[in-house]
């Protein structure tokens, strides 16, 4: 067994504590659509009144999951906005969609938090050498999750850091883990994944070559159906438990 030099994380409900999200998502979604909506309108664009535009664009990116759950390659929330808009009928060629995605205004989810040792075990690892990488099942480009990353303190602490939007794979595809990996310079046996889903981040991290930790929080339930982590934990802190075990495996 090779010394462990690097460990990663999923994001949410990994990292980040969704128990106390009150909202659902859809509301959230409407409210920074709607953004975009006003703000091509005012630019002169002709669109489908909201509730249409609303409702085509809720049904694209289920058909978008729907596919890219069949062969975990990512969805893409930039190539789907850009695809969308353009079914809309707007031209390609007055397209800012950079402007577009800033005018989103992707936020933090009301109630969201880190759990309370997310920061301090960060540190901790930080502290003992340990390189820190992140991989997030979020179709958003990274520079959209950075903004929640940013506000929760978690940003600095990461040295790799990728979205399967970005990627163009999700978790459980062994490509993302492998690219973060190659991002951190470290090879699989050196690294471990920790994260909530074992049919996502489990059974990719066992697959490509990482050992597993699945992050097991109160407010959470999830069916192994099978997969195997090589350890279970139910707070961060507990990892650094495991890492100390590892460490003496090696010496
Ligand atoms: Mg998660």
Not at 23 to 30: F, G, R, Y
Not at 36 to 56: C, I, N, Y
Not at 67 to 74: I, Q
Not at 79 to 93: I, N, P, R, S
Request: hydrophobic share 45%; net charge negative; glycine share 6%.
């Amino acid at each position: 067994m090779a010394r462990i030099s690097a460990v990663l994380f999923d994001l949410d409900d990994t990292l980040i504590d969704w128990s106390g999200v009150q909202v659902n998502m859809a509301e959230i979604e409407t409210r920074h659509l709607q953004n975009v909506h006003r703000f091509l309108t005012s630019q002169g664009h002709l669109l489908p009144p909201f509730a249409d535009f609303w409702g085509k664009f809720r049904e694209t990116l289920i058909y978008a999951w729907a596919e890219a759950k069949k062969d975990w390659s990512g969805v893409s929330f930039v190539k789907e906005m850009q695809t969308f808009l353009l079914d809309c009928g707007l031209d390609e060629a007055q397209l800012d969609l950079d402007t577009v995605l800033h005018v989103y205004d992707w936020q933090t989810v009301p109630g969201v938090e880190p759990f309370s040792d997310t920061l301090p075990v960060l540190e901790k690892l930080k502290t003992a050498g340990y390189k820190i990488g992140l991989i997030t099942n979020a179709m958003q480009p990274m520079w959209m999750r950075d903004i929640e990353l940013r506000a929760y303190g978690i940003l600095d602490y990461l040295d790799a850091r990728l979205t399967s939007g970005d990627v163009g794979f999700m978790k459980p595809h062994p490509f993302i883990y492998w690219r973060a990996l190659e991002l951190l310079d470290v090879q699989p046996e050196e690294a471990i994944f920790v994260g909530d889903r074992p049919a996502n981040d489990i059974a990719g991290a066992n697959e490509a070559g990482l050992t597993s930790v699945l992050m097991s929080p109160p407010h959470l339930n999830r069916e192994l159906n099978g997969v195997r982590p090589n350890f279970t934990i139910t707070t961060l802190t507990e990892l650094l438990t495991i890492l100390t075990q590892l460490e003496g495996n090696y010496g």
